[in-house]
């Protein structure tokens, strides 16, 4: 069988320098529609922040809640502190990291498409559940709902996005992703702002509007076309190079289809991409679905997107001046997105991640300082702190926004050899969910406990992680996604972990 000839992740040798074709009008919309599963992500982030601090919410769900929030004199620090408030948050993205791994063999055996258009049904179902809640059960059972859409979105969008683009600009098209996502905060953000006002449905209004994007990620994906990666691991050549000519806007496309070819035979000779992905020949790229994602949330941005309102009343903002400072990190979230876009093919992955990770530690750091002089358990910043604690959290935003945000999805997404690629991308959404549910679970609490030392417990891992990207990982741009797997064979520190033989290629899973 002609796999067996391969190089590890089926690819024969370097094809990149003869690759043909052209960003097309059709790559730019097919990756802009796949994209809006980023903007319903965005948004559910953002909504719920917002509509946990609104007063009718909270007195109609969460009682002791609105009691603690206006007629106690509790630690400010505390008094959000409520277990049922954070399984509001977490219990999407718990619901996300299952469906995530139910979502790896539906994204390999059915396409690309099937996944999309699946998160999106689910999507539109939790949207509509609550909207329409009356109790905290149905609430809750919106926000399964709505994870499970997460979890097929999150796994196939950023498949469907990398394997679109051209490798010349993968990085950029791939952002489309987090800039989708971080529009939908802002959005969100905007929305609350709003619908604050309206008393006492407004907060209905807020999760309501989800079903906007669902129907659109919905129908967005009915009409796309599969991916041509997906459609030759699905047997379907002459369709995926018909796709292919298509999306690169010319016929020449013998070496890229040729790459997608052997990668495919390999790849259709591995029945067990999970227990394959465990293979030595594939630690370097497991190692990054692990802990990119983990440093990613590890960053604390969700704790400030999840709870910014609830945050910044905290500190003492009033509940416009608390909505209104969130929409300021969520715009500049959006912004720092385009910087990111515009340079990441040309600076490459690793210089955005260490500068916005310098950037960040600095940012916690000055916070913490400020809120452990000038803020305690019973007395409320000064105008000029608050002024100065927004400035600061809008720079770590920025930092964020630029690096670790979309970064923390590109890179996984575009390392993985095709036979582990959808297993691969399971990994990176079921770990980002898992500390996702975790830090949004936890997070009141540790609010409560550490106080102003919460900054400093996000900065001490943005320094782990920058270390990290500077030892471990290398320059992934320009490559091409079914040559990536050569990358490795080249690090000073993984190469010693890869086979010696090319034959070693097709592992213990021969068929």
Request: aromatic share 10%.
């Amino acid at each position: 069988m002609a796999g067996g000839s391969f190089a590890p992740g089926g690819v024969a040798k370097e094809r990149a320098e003869e690759y043909k074709g052209k960003v097309t009008l059709f790559v730019v919309m097919a990756c802009t529609v796949a994209a809006v599963g980023g903007a319903i992500f965005g948004y559910d982030i953002g909504i719920s922040g917002g509509v946990t601090s609104m007063d009718p919410f909270l007195k109609k769900f969460f009682p002791e809640v609105y009691e603690k929030k206006n007629h106690s004199s509790e630690n400010n620090y505390c008094k959000y502190n409520n277990q049922g408030l954070a399984a509001f948050t977490s219990s999407l993205y718990l619901a996300g990291l299952v469906a995530s791994l139910g979502a790896s063999p539906v994204t390999r055996k059915y396409g690309r498409r099937m996944s999309i258009i699946c998160g999106g049904i689910s999507f539109l179902v939790g949207a509509i559940l609550n909207a329409a809640a009356v109790n905290l059960a149905m609430l809750l059972l919106g926000r399964i709902m709505l994870g499970v859409g997460i979890g097929f979105g999150n796994q196939a969008v950023p498949l469907y996005l990398s394997e679109m683009a051209p490798a010349h600009l993968r990085g950029a098209l791939n952002m489309m992703f987090q800039l989708a996502t971080t529009l939908g905060i802002f959005t969100a953000n905007m929305i609350n702002y709003g619908t604050e006002k309206i008393q006492p449905w407004g907060w209905r209004l807020s999760l309501g509007l989800a079903a906007a994007p669902a129907l659109l990620m919905t129908v967005g994906g009915l009409l796309l076309p599969e991916t041509p990666n997906s459609l030759v691991e699905q047997g379907s050549r002459e369709e995926g190079r018909r796709v292919l000519e298509k999306i690169r806007g010319t016929r020449d496309v013998d070496a890229e289809f040729q790459d997608l070819v052997e990668a495919s035979e390999f790849a259709n000779s591995i029945k067990h991409p999970f227990r394959n992905i465990l293979e030595m020949r594939n630690r370097p790229q497991l190692m990054m679905a692990i802990f990119m994602p983990t440093f990613q949330i590890l960053t604390g941005i969700n704790s400030i997107l999840f709870y910014a309102p609830v945050l910044f009343q905290s500190m003492g903002f009033g509940g416009n001046a608390s909505l209104y400072s969130s929409v300021m990190t969520g715009a500049v979230l959006a912004l720092s997105t385009l910087v990111s876009i515009a340079t990441v093919d040309r600076l490459g992955r690793r210089v955005l991640l260490i500068m916005g990770g310098i950037q960040m530690i600095i940012c916690q750091l000055a916070i913490a300082v400020i809120l452990g002089l000038k803020f305690g358990a019973d007395k409320e910043l000064s105008k000029t702190y608050s002024v100065l604690v927004v400035i600061l959290m809008c720079l770590f935003v920025a930092a964020f926004g630029w690096s670790w945000g979309p970064l923390g999805w590109t890179v996984p997404s575009e390392i993985f050899p095709l036979e582990t690629r959808s297993a691969g991308q399971s990994i990176t959404v079921a770990v980002n969910l898992l500390f996702t549910f975790a830090i949004a679970q936890a997070f009141l609490s540790m609010l409560c406990a550490f106080k102003f030392g919460i900054f400093l417990f996000f900065a001490g891992w943005i320094t782990v992680m920058t270390v990290f990207v500077y030892v471990f990982l290398p320059e992934t741009k320009g490559i091409p996604i079914e040559e990536m797997v050569l990358l490795w064979r080249k690090h000073w520190f993984w190469k010693k972990l890869m086979p010696d033989s090319r034959e070693s290629g097709r592992g213990s899973e021969s068929p």
